[in-house]
C-alpha cells in the first residue's frame, strides 16, 4: 500500500516520551501548587456547542476557532454545530452557572488542559497548546487577586524562575487615564498599541505614532506622561481627580499591593497603568507575568464579574490566572532549568532471553523483580546476549538480568550492571534488592516522593521504599 | 444579558473534582503499571489531518469520524481538512513511521489520552473517552503478546478486579474453523454475528437465525460443535487439519498460553475461537477482556502487523492492548471499588478572616501552614466566624486557622478541629505540625506516597514527611 504523510497536521505536535515527561514534570509542579492553595481539578469537553464559545473571544478570536461539521445527512450542508475549546475561562463560566448548585459558595478550581485555535504557527505558538487556568469564583474581594498572585509566584518560584515581574492594572484605571489624558474613547484601543511600543521606539517614537494615529500633541504628550516606567499608584491618582469608578479601580490596586506583602508575590508585583490584556471579558483588576529576556509573557489573568453571568442571567464575581505550558518549557529548555531526574531511563532491569527454554523462567523472574517496586523490561525474542546487552546500554537501561537453564534450576540469576560492567550471580530471591540498593539515588528518591500533579490520587506500590 | 444554554454538547461531560479525582486515580494505577513494564508515555494531537483516519476504522467507522471544517477564506466551501483523533493506534502507527529512526528498535509506549466518536450517546458510551492503550512495536515474538496480557491483568487486580477474563483468539483461526465447517468466505461475517449471540439465545436460536442468515444446515451444525464454550486449542487443532496458516496462529495461541502460566495473567485466559473483535486492522493474535456480570468488555486487543506500513510503506510488526477508562469508571463506582482515600477534603485548613486589619497576617499565616507542607484554603473576606467555620465543615476542610489581633500581637494562632470541637491556642511556629500530627492517617500516607501516574516526575513538597 502507498505510504502517507506522517507528519502532525500543522500547528500539531507529537509528544515523544522525553518530551512527556517533561511537560508532566511542570503540570505536576503546578498542580501541587494550586493545590496546596484549595483549588480542585476540573475538567471539560474539548468540544462545546458552538454557541457557548461564539462572541466571547472578539471579532478575531472568533476567526481562530475550530469549527466541527455536523454528521450524518447534515454534512453535505457544510453547517457546524460543534467547536474546539479555545480556553479554560469560558468553559468554566458554563460549568459554574450549570452546577452553580453543587459548587461550594466560593469554588476555587484549577483547570490543566488543551485549547486549539486556528493561529497562524510560529516558534513557540502552536495550534494545539496547554493552558494552566486556576480561578476563583464568588467573591470580590481583593484577597483573591493577592492569593492569585501568591499562586502563580510560588509556581515560578518552584519551578525555578526567579527573575520576574508580575505586572498589574485595573481595567477601570486604564479607561481613566486615558480619558483624563484627552483621548477620545474610539481612539483609546488605538492609542494602546502605540503606547505598548515605548520599550521598542521610545518616548519619541511613540509620540510620533500616537500623532499618525490620530491623536491630538496634547493629549499624546498627557497620554507620555503618566504611561511611563515606574509610575507609581500616588502619581497615578493624581491623574484621576474625580474619576470615580478609575479610583475605584486604583484602590484595588493598592490593596493588592499591601496585601501582596505577606505573600510570595510581594516581591514581584509591578504596577503597569498602561497593561491592557487583550480578552474584553475582563471588568476589573488584571494581571500579566513578565520574565526577563523573554518577548511576550508566561502567561496573564484577571477578574471577569459578567462572563458567568452571560450564561446564567446572574452576575458572579470570579477571578482568574492563566499560565502558558508551551512558554514555560521553552524558557525552561533554553536555560536548562529541569532537573536532573526528570529525564530518566524506561526500565531498572532489562530482563534478556537465552534461549527459547529459557522464556518462561525469565517472565516469572520478570515478574517478581516488578512485585519488588521495579521497572522491568523483557527482551522479547531470544537473541545473542552482547546485541541485548548493547540495546539496554542503548536505552541507558541500568541493569541487566541474565537466566540461564542451569541458574533456573539453581534458583540463581546474573544481574549486570551495565555501567560497571560488574555482574554477580545470587539467589533470585536476592536479586530485587541487589538492584534497588545500587539503583542512582536520584531514582530511589523518586520511588519515594509524592508526585505532585497526582497527589490528590494514589496507586499501589508495591516494594515502595519508607 | 439572555442566559445561554449551560449543559455541556450531546454526548459529552464536564468532570467536577470529584469525578476527577477518581480519573486520575485509575490512571494513576494503570500508568504506573505499565511504567513497572518498561512501556515510556507517548502523546499526539486531538487533530489528525483527515487522510491519516480515513479508511482505517471500515465504512462504520468513517461514519463516526468528527471532521473539521478549514478555516478563512475555504470556510464557506464545507470542506473539511482535520479530524479528532478516532483511536490511540492509528496515531501511534504515524508516530512510529515519522520518527523510526529516532525511537529504540522495540518501542514500548504507553498513551492514556481522550477520543472522539460522533455515536449515538448511550448508558456508559460518550461522544468524548478516554482509552488507555499500551503497545509493543518491533516483534513479532508472542513474548509480546504474553507481556501484554500480564500488564493488563496487573492493571485489573491492582484497581481490585478479581474475576476476569482475557479471551484469546487469532484471526487466522477464526477464518480457518469458518472456512472448515463449510461457511463461505462472504458469509464469515453475518455468520459470528449469529454465533456471537450463543450465551443470549442458546444452541437452538444460534442454528435458527444461521440458517435464516442463508448458510446451509451441515455448516451451521458444524460450527456449532465447534464454536461452543471449553473448546480447547487441541479440539481446534483437530478441526483446522490442513489449513496451514490457521495453524500457525493456533501455535501462536498455544504459545501465549503456556508463557502466560509465568504471569499474572495465567489463570485469566480463555480460549475463545469465536472472537472475532470489529477493527479492520488486525492480523494476527486477538485479545479481550469479559468481566462478570459486565455486557461488553472493559478493553481489548491484538496484533497489527500491516498498519504502520499502510504510513511507513514497510512493514513493523506491532501488538497493542486498550482498555476503556469509561467502563473501568463505571464497574468500579457501582462496586464501590475506590479506596476511601480517593476523595479527601479541597484543604486541610481554612484560614479564616477576622477582620480588615487582619487580612495580612492571615495571608502571612496561610504561606506559613502551605511552606509546611499543608493545603490551605483563605476564606475570602472577613465574615462572621460561625459562618466560615460552617463553610469549612460543608466542605469537609478538618481545620480551621483563627487569628485575631490579639493573637498576631503574641506571635499565636488558634486552631480548631472542625471535627472534634477542640480549640487549641498556640504559637504561630507549632501550628503546622500540630495539624500535621492530627491529619488523617490516610492523608499522611498520601502525602508520603508515590503517585502512579507521576511516578516518572517529581515536583517539589515541601515539608514532605519521611
Known sequence: MASQQTRPARGMRDFLPEDVRRRDYVIGVVAAVYQRYGF??????????????????????????????????????????????YDLTVPLARVVAEYRGKLPRFFKRYQIQ????????????FREFYQCDVDAIGSKS??????????????????????????????????GLLSATGIP??????????????????????????????????????ALDIFKDGVTIEQVRGALT??????????????????????????????????????????????????????????????????IGMFSGEDVPACGFSLGLERILVVMAERGMFPADVQKPSADVLVALFDEQTVTGALRLAGELRAAGLRVEVYPEPDKLGKQMKYA???????????????????QVTIKNLGTGEQVTLDRAAAASHVLERRAPSARLRASGASARQAESRAPSPGEEP
Chains 1, 2 share one sequence.
Open 142 to 175: 481583593m484577597v483573591v487577586e493577592a492569593e492569585l498572585c501568591a499562586a502563580v509566584s510560588d509556581v515560578l518560584l518552584a519551578l525555578g524562575f526567579a527573575a520576574f515581574d508580575i505586572k498589574v492594572n485595573h481595567r477601570a484605571v486604564l479607561t
Open 185 to 222: 474613547l474610539p481612539f483609546h484601543g488605538t492609542a494602546l498599541v502605540a503606547i505598548d511600543k515605548l520599550d521598542k521606539i521610545g518616548r519619541d517614537g511613540v509620540r510620533r505614532e500616537l500623532v499618525e494615529r490620530g491623536i491630538g500633541e496634547p493629549a499624546a504628550d498627557a
Open 393 to 411: 546500554a542503548g536505552k541507558g537501561i541500568p541493569f541487566a538480568a541474565i537466566l540461564g537453564g542451569d541458574e533456573i534450576a539453581a534458583g
Open 114 to 125: 488543551a485549547v486549539w485555535r486556528a493561529d497562524r504557527p510560529a516558534r513557540g505558538r
Open 40 to 85: 480542585e481539578p476540573l475538567e471539560t469537553p474539548a468540544l462545546e456547542n458552538i454557541e457557548t464559545l461564539t462572541g466571547k473571544y472578539g471579532e478575531e478570536g472568533n476567526k481562530l476557532i475550530f469549527k466541527v461539521l455536523r454528521r450524518g445527512e447534515h454534512e453535505s450542508s457544510g453547517e457546524t454545530d460543534l467547536a474546539l475549546r
Open 242 to 307: 474625580g474619576r470615580v469608578e478609575a479610583l475605584a479601580g486604583l484602590d484595588d490596586v493598592r490593596q493588592i499591593f499591601e496585601l501582596s506583602q505577606a505573600t510570595a508575590a510581594g516581591a514581584h508585583l509591578r504596577f503597569d497603568p498602561s497593561l491592557a490584556r487583550g480578552l474584553s471579558y475582563y471588568t476589573g483588576a488584571i494581571m500579566e507575568i513578565a520574565v526577563a529576556d523573554l518577548p511576550g509573557s508566561l502567561g496573564g489573568g484577571g477578574r471577569y464579574d459578567g462572563l
